[in-house]
């Protein structure tokens, strides 16, 4: 029977197998079938801790129970109110630069970098209603840069074939330079003179460019960066909704640089991805220009769901699990792991350029044709399924993504799948 759903980013003419999971622990998912898949890249980078933590599933079952679900605008409640504080103390700080001391709840991360670019404009705007400054608007943002789907989003995002029908819906940016190696001082120079123009802010992705390609960048240029827009006033927005949560080594990527964001979006792995939550964290001057007597200049959104408390009581779980468990230490374990075998994967011919920040390892496949339109990707993505692996390559970068959970002999047979696939495809 033909299924009517309509499935994200997948070209359903090509008649791809679409596998029917049926349930999941750690990082396995089961099929109908009782054929068994590893989940290399935690289910689109959300499940941290592994797939049915028990901890955050029973928060879940409790807060479903107790208070489901309740109108954010005026009204609040315990599960959000912990985890707004849980944020702030968790969140990247440092000498001389204000701290991150107020959280903005909504629910994916696309939403999150929304919310973040309207505090931008809302900011200055609401600065130039009180004559403290000209209002500004235009965003800056890196080369290669994913932050989502949405209109903001995708303005703010590379220009390409997923997003070429909606160039009329998009709103115009300037991008600086991705800081490849050799093109540092390049990209560095870009912003300084972009930030001269007096823009609104400068969006990056920290450490890490995900859907971009996964290029990977120093904690020096992301420092180098941050200072520039800092010496500008430019408002510096990190998008931790990828690199958050442990990904890069650390709880967020920011931390590895001694940066404080102005303006921080946060999602996936908030709850151990388990369900729907975001945050965008702000620090006291953004959120003192949105408040005030004036109801003119409140901030302007919202959504049905915004701080459900289901999602917040397994943020909480979440956050307890960090405070109380060595993730940090897991995660090097696994970092280190990754890392011995990609040198062994990159030894061979068939690969070229890995790179990797924490649990994120990619590397690309030397093929030819191997363009982002060209069947290499979906050809790899049923290779690696008939290998028992969930993977999704983009275009040739493979990468890895898994959940902290991973054991060694579940990466070995990710490697060794790798190892064919180069053989094969290479
Ligand atoms: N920003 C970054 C850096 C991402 O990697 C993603 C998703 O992959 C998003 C934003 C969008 O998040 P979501 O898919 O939850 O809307």
């Not at 489901?68 to 504080?85: C, K, M, N, S």
């Not at 909480?316 to 062994?344: H, K, P, S, Y």
């Not at 692996?389 to 070995?412: E, F, K, V």
Request: charged share 15%; proline share 6%; hydrophobic share 50%.
């Amino acid at each position: 029977m033909t299924s009517p759903v309509w499935h994200p980013f997948t070209q359903h003419g090509l008649n791809e197998p679409i596998p029917h999971i049926v349930s999941a622990e750690g990082p396995l998912l089961h099929l109908a079938d009782g054929s068994t898949l590893i989940d290399a890249i935690s289910s689109w980078w959300v499940t941290t801790h592994g797939h049915c933590h028990p901890r955050i599933a029973a928060a879940i079952a409790q807060q479903a129970g107790t208070l489901d679900q309740l109108i954010f605008a005026g009204y609040t409640h315990a599960p959000a109110e912990e985890v707004a504080r849980g944020l702030i103390a968790l969140a990247p700080r440092a000498a001389g630069q204000p701290d991150l001391a107020h959280v903005f709840y909504s629910d994916s991360g696309s939403t999150a970098v929304e919310v973040a670019l309207k505090m931008a404009l809302g900011y200055w705007h609401n600065l130039a209603l009180d004559g403290l400054a000209d209002a500004r608007s235009r965003i800056l943002v890196l080369e290669h840069s994913y932050h989502g789907d949405t209109i903001g989003t995708m303005s703010v995002g590379e220009r390409g074939v997923y997003n070429a029908a909606w160039t009329p819906l998009l709103f115009d940016v300037d991008t600086i330079p991705f800081p490849a190696p050799g093109r540092e001082q390049a990209c560095l120079d870009a912003l300084e003179a972009a930030c001269a123009q007096a823009p609104a802010a400068f969006i990056v992705e920290p450490l890490v460019l995900g859907a971009g390609g996964m290029f990977v960048y120093s904690a020096d240029l992301l420092r180098a960066m941050a200072a520039i827009c800092r010496r500008h006033d430019v408002l510096f927005i990190a998008d931790e909704v990828m690199t958050g949560w442990g990904r890069t080594g650390t709880l967020f990527a920011c931390e590895q640089a001694g940066v404080v964001p102005d303006i921080m979006a946060v999602a996936k792995g908030i709850t151990g991805g388990s369900i729907p939550l975001a945050a965008t964290l702000a620090t006291t001057p953004v959120f003192a220009a949105h408040h005030s007597t004036d109801r003119a200049r409140l901030f302007y959104h919202s959504s049905s769901y915004t701080a459900n408390p289901i999602a917040c009581a397994a943020a909480a779980a979440n956050l307890a699990i960090w405070r109380e468990e060595d993730v940090l230490g897991r995660i090097a374990r696994l970092a280190q792991a990754m890392a011995e075998r990609l040198t062994d994967l990159a030894g061979g011919p068939a690969f070229a350029n890995p790179r990797q920040a924490g649990t994120i390892a990619a590397i690309d496949l030397v093929a030819r044709d191997a363009g982002y339109l060209s069947d290499l990707a979906p050809r790899l993505r049923a290779f690696f399924l008939e290998k028992g692996l969930l993977l999704r390559p983009l275009g040739n970068t493979i990468y890895l993504m898994p959940p902290y959970c991973l054991d060694a002999s579940q990466l070995d047979r990710i490697f060794a799948a790798l190892h064919a696939a180069g053989e094969k495809f290479g």
